[in-house]
T-cell receptor, first 117, second 111 residues
Framework: GAVVSQHPSRVICKSGTSVKIECRSL??????MFWYRQFPKQSLMLMAT?????????EQGVEKDKFLINHASLTLSTLTVTSAHPEDSSFYIC?????????????FGPGTRLLVL | QKEVEQDPGPLSVPEGAIVSLNCTYS??????FMWYRQYSRKGPELLMY????GNKEDGRFTAQVDKSSKYISLFIRDSQPSDSATYLC???????????FGTGTRLKVLA
């Protein structure tokens, strides 16, 4: 139980295009999902908190117009990187709150590697 | 000073050794303490979840929380090469659901 999927797992795009990443909780309902960014050999940096049916809360320094988040249902949140540039290349990971261990627990997706050329 | 400190390693141990991984923190409001394992280019996998102080054991893994010292530990018994990964500690305050992560410790278990 408590499985979170992400799609796509890897994407390469040209500079200036937009990329959408999906995060799904497969066997539980997640009222809250989180989006993280991770650079090589570094820890996870929280970008935003996504609550079903309401606007996402962005961390300081994260451009909300650049990283659009939509939490349309209790099992799906999407992150759209708009007008992507090479500096947006990174490993993006989502997590969903809930599942088995406890309401405080976050279960992570497998991540999406974005490369912007 | 970071809210959560974790030695980045790498930590190299022989197969079968007992591994001790640690994090210290400064915020006494943290109530929930988690350990995640992350393989290269993969998402973190939850290993242990502990509320408040005490010990918790699950198979070869034991998590300890000492709130008086603001110190948490993860012990891995009979370590295996497949345990080679980065181990991340995470903690949160009650009701916020936001995690503060350590930087992660890279572990290498040598066959």
């Amino acid at each position: 139980g408590a499985v979170v999927s992400q799609h796509p797992s890897r994407v390469i795009c040209k500079s200036g295009t937009s990329v959408k990443i999906e995060c799904r909780s497969l066997d539980f309902q997640a009222t809250t999902m989180f989006w993280y960014r991770q650079f090589p050999k570094q820890s996870l940096m929280l970008m935003a908190t996504s609550n079903e049916g309401s606007k996402a809360t962005y961390e300081q320094g994260v451009e909300k117009d650049k990283f659009l988040i939509n939490h349309a249902s209790l099992t799906l949140s999407t992150l759209t990187v708009t007008s992507a540039h090479p500096e947006d290349s990174s490993f993006y990971i989502c997590s969903a709150r809930g599942g088995g261990a406890g309401k405080e627990t976050q279960y992570f997706g497998p991540g999406t590697r974005l490369l912007v050329l | 000073q970071k809210e959560v400190e974790q030695d980045p390693g790498p930590l190299s141990v022989p197969e079968g050794a007992i591994v001790s991984l640690n994090c210290t923190y400064s915020n006494s409001a943290f109530q929930y303490f988690m350990w995640y394992r992350q393989y290269s280019r993969k998402g973190p996998e939850l290993l242990m979840y502990t509320y408040s102080s005490g010990n918790k054991e699950d198979g070869r893994f034991t998590a300890q929380v000492d709130k008086s010292s603001k110190y948490i530990s993860l012990f891995i018994r009979d370590s295996q090469p497949s345990d080679s990964a980065t181990y991340l500690c995470a903690m949160s305050r009650s009701g916020t659901y936001k995690y503060i992560f350590g930087t992660g410790t890279r572990l290498k278990v040598l066959a």
